[in-house]
């Protein structure tokens, strides 16, 4: 037994040596290929040196290129103007003997300038004396002018003087007929009337209003109801992130792998369900007990794939990448309606059987069909207190499993003799996972009062509608008796205006009648 015991902990480090050994080679061809790698970023590095090098060359032989160039064309330069001072110096001495002859013609210019500045000085002693002369008559002629423009201005002033007293006239008759055939009396009649008449257009509108104040109000109030209401069934149907908090309680793995799954699922061809706990919704919470009892908690936190390649790409890129240690099943090819209890409910109600296990709760297709066919949750009944009085009658109905009120049975048959059976039962415990679900009921009466609501909502807003339409044409209205109004009003101000103007013209054509000019008297 020694030997025995030493060669299994020899086997043992064995086997740790060797797993050492082949960390170390991976270890060491890791090292080799980061080595490889370095190798041809180290050359990579060198090669760039060298080519940065080379353009620095590149670039000192450039500047001396542009250096010879510049010198170059410098001297060239140099040479050109040397050639044409030398040019200039030749074009001198040819020109010398014309020099002379230059300085005889700017002696003649000089005295023939003196000659006419003498001549120019005659003549402007000549031209002062004419221009005393045309002075003197000049003035005469501008006082002549003067006379003459200021009778021609008095000649215009007078006509201008007679062209506005006719106009005067022409004005004044027509505004005596204009005020003649305006009435101020019934143009203020009139301005009376529209007033009553707009007192009343507001009343109305303001009786409008008040019907509107009280239908948004109610409105208002019926919004907050409904808004209270949809709330709540917001808070009856989202039971996603309560299910995925218990989840994480129960498991954090199933957990973090639904989490992922939810950010990933296009990554697959078909439908992978999250944990099976989260896909149940009970009917009545009551009945949570039972479907705990037939679903084992393995299951309950598995996984549900369409599709047996996509179940195992999931699986493996959880467990691998994700580290996590999740439970994945497949969906069955038999379709839900092939999965019938052996036996009708209208059989065995006479036992206190109320249901089957699958019509306590509703899950998607794929899930329901995996807990029929797995867990045969179509065959097995719920009954009540009367089925722990019909246990013998139960037995030879045939049923192998079902549940009372707090209990689950279970029927065992011999294989050697059918007839002897033996019949196992246990208290149903808590139930853990499936403690959150939906009242329907209430569910329905929110989902009716919502309607009820909506329906109260469009009535009164149509009712706003309405309102809001006859207030339109009320404003309509009385903004048509305004702008009468105020036509009148401007028609009453202009028969104002027109008397106050009739007089100005008046005073104003015995002005002008005041201020006539003897004309005769004034050629003379």
């Not at 030398?86 to 300038?113: F, G, M, R, Y």
Request: hydrophobic share 35%; net charge positive.
């Amino acid at each position: 037994f020694d030997l025995h015991q030493r060669l299994k902990e020899l086997q043992q480090k064995r086997g740790t040596l060797e797993s050492t050994l082949q960390g170390q080679k991976t270890r060491l061809e890791q090292d080799r290929q980061k080595v490889s790698h370095l190798d041809a970023e180290v050359k990579k590095i060198q090669e760039h040196k060298e080519v940065q090098h080379r353009i620095e060359r590149m670039r000192q032989k450039l500047a001396w290129m542009e250096y010879e160039d510049a010198r170059h064309l410098f001297l060239e330069e140099k040479n050109k103007l040397r050639d044409e001072e030398n040019k200039l110096k030749v074009k001198e001495q040819e020109q010398a003997p014309l020099q002379s002859a230059v300085d005889k013609v700017s002696k003649w210019q000089a005295d023939i300038a003196a000659t006419d500045k003498k001549l120019k000085t005659e003549l402007a002693t000549g031209i002062k004396g004419i221009e005393a002369s045309l002075q003197n008559l000049g003035e005469l002629a501008d006082k002549f002018s003067s006379i003459k423009h200021e009778l021609r201005r008095k000649i215009q002033e007078e006509e201008g003087r007679n062209e506005r007293m006719k106009k005067y006239i022409d004005e004044i008759a027509g505004f005596e007929r204009e005020v003649a055939e305006s009435s101020r009396e019934d143009v203020e009649a009139a301005i009376k009337d529209l007033q009553e008449k707009i007192q009343a257009c507001n009343r109305d509108i303001s009786s409008v209003s008040n019907e509107k104040a009280t239908a948004d109000n109610f409105i208002r109030d019926k919004q907050r109801e409904s808004s209270a209401v949809v709330q709540e069934i917001k808070r009856l149907n989202d039971l996603s992130n309560q299910r995925l908090e218990l989840l994480r309680r129960r498991s954090r793995d199933a957990y973090e792998a639904t989490v992922w799954l939810q950010q990933n699922e296009g990554r697959f061809k078909g439908k992978i369900y999250p944990p099976i706990m989260t896909q149940i919704d009970l009917l009545n919470a009551s009945d949570a007990k039972y479907v705990e009892a037939q679903i084992p908690v393995k299951d309950l936190l598995a996984f549900v794939a369409e599709y047996p390649e996509d179940l195992n790409s999931f699986l493996g890129t959880i467990r691998d990448t994700r580290n996590l240690r999740v439970n994945g099943v497949v969906v069955p090819s038999e379709s839900l309606e092939s999965f019938r209890p052996r036996r009708p409910l209208s059989e065995i109600s006479r036992c206190g059987f109320r249901a089957y296990t699958q019509s306590l709760f509703s899950a998607p297709d794929g899930v329901m069909r995996y807990l029929c066919k797995r867990h045969r949750v179509h065959d097995i009944p719920v009954g009540d207190a009367r089925t722990e009085d019909c246990l013998a009658e139960v037995r030879q109905l045939g049923i192998r499993r079902f549940f009372t009120r707090d209990n689950v049975y279970s029927v065992k048959v011999s294989q050697y003799d059918p007839s002897r059976t033996t019949t196992m039962s246990s208290e149903l415990s808590a139930p853990r996972l499936l403690t959150m679900s939906v009242d329907v009921t209430d569910l329905n009466k929110l989902e009716k009062d919502k309607q009820a609501l909506a329906e109260e909502i469009a009535a009164r807003t149509a009712e706003v509608k309405k309102l809001n339409a006859k207030d339109r044409t009320l404003q309509q209205q009385l903004e048509e008796l305004r702008m009468a109004k105020k036509r009148l009003i401007g028609e009453l101000s202009h028969i104002k205006q027109l008397s106050v103007v009739l007089e100005q013209k008046r005073n104003a054509l015995q002005r002008l009648q005041s201020e006539a000019i003897d004309l005769d008297a004034e050629r003379r």
